[in-house]
């Protein structure tokens, strides 16, 4: 009886000492494999919560003011960055087109806004980059207006453009700040330019717009609406589609504390049939279309 218990105890603990690491091998991988499950729920879950509609979009805009001399305001809204940069173009900004040098006014007026942008990107793109889509919005001064907000003003430093005998000339000297509504805006613009030098009049458009989206952002989730509304009134290349997802990247700068809106400056030089960009002017061109 001994011998035969003691066979067993011996058998037992044998058998134990075999299953006990597998029992621990196996309960080890199940709970590694529970832990990696839930850092991907985790992840997956943090994930939806930091990515709103908008975030990670750029759009990329020419605007484009119709009128006898037509003007020109590229704009960068960029969700990642949290900004709106714009930069004025001067109409007489030479592009290459199949039949030879035309200036971007030329192209509106011949070939419409469309071409107009067209051109454009195709003079910065490269054989080895292509650069994103460049859609444009075209429309009159009045158009534009109506799409701001005729009641929308903004306090604008005419010091930041003019020197000041320049401001004397047009009496802005004592006050250089001025309250202006999107109706004057207008007139704004073109006294600036008045007092400016043709190679730097086109920022003046880029500087007054730069104001009116800096100090009124949540002008910028009412605009998508009113180039709806203004359709009929309005050339664009946005399907319904785009502006909507252009206006989710609006809403979503619009929300932002740490909102940067700007203009930049892209110099020009004197060339034969219009004005060409400097290198410098290149690069701040390529930026944003990039």
């Not at 430093?157 to 805006?185: C, F, H, I, M, N």
Request: aromatic residues 6%; contains cysteine.
């Amino acid at each position: 009886m001994r011998s035969r218990a003691g066979f067993f105890w011996c058998s037992l603990w044998l058998t134990l000492l075999l299953l006990l690491p597998l029992i621990l091998v196996v309960g080890f991988l199940a709970r590694q494999r529970q832990t990696q499950q839930e850092l991907r729920q985790a992840a997956a879950n943090q994930s939806q919560l930091q990515i709103e509609p908008g975030a990670q979009s750029v759009w990329r805009m020419l605007l484009v003011v119709q009128k006898e001399e037509p003007a020109f305001v590229l704009v960068r809204a960029d969700g990642p960055a949290h900004s709106v940069t714009f930069c004025a173009l001067p109409g007489q900004l030479l592009v290459n087109a199949p039949a030879g040098t035309t200036t971007l006014a030329e192209c509106t007026l011949s070939a419409g806004a469309g071409r107009a942008a067209q051109l454009l990107r195709a003079a910065l793109s490269t054989g080895e980059t292509a650069l994103p889509p460049l859609y444009y919005l075209a429309a009159t001064p009045s158009c534009w207006v109506d799409c701001v907000g005729s009641g929308t003003a903004v306090r604008f430093d005419t010091s930041s453009l003019l020197q000041p005998a320049a401001r004397l000339a047009l009496g802005y000297g004592k006050e250089a700040v001025q309250a202006v509504s999107a109706t004057d805006a207008v007139e704004l613009i073109a006294d600036l330019q008045s007092q400016m030098s043709e190679t730097t009049a086109a920022n003046a458009r880029a500087a007054v717009w730069a104001a009116f989206v800096r100090q009124n952002p949540d002008r910028l989730t009412a605009v998508p609406d009113a180039w709806r509304k203004y359709s009929a009134r309005t050339l664009t290349d946005f399907t319904a589609t785009d502006l909507l997802r252009a206006g989710e990247t609006l809403a979503y700068l619009q929300k932002q504390a740490a909102l940067t809106v700007d203009y930049v400056t892209a110099a020009v030089v004197d060339a034969p049939g219009g004005e060409a960009l400097t290198e410098d002017g290149l690069q701040v061109v390529e930026s944003l279309l990039q």
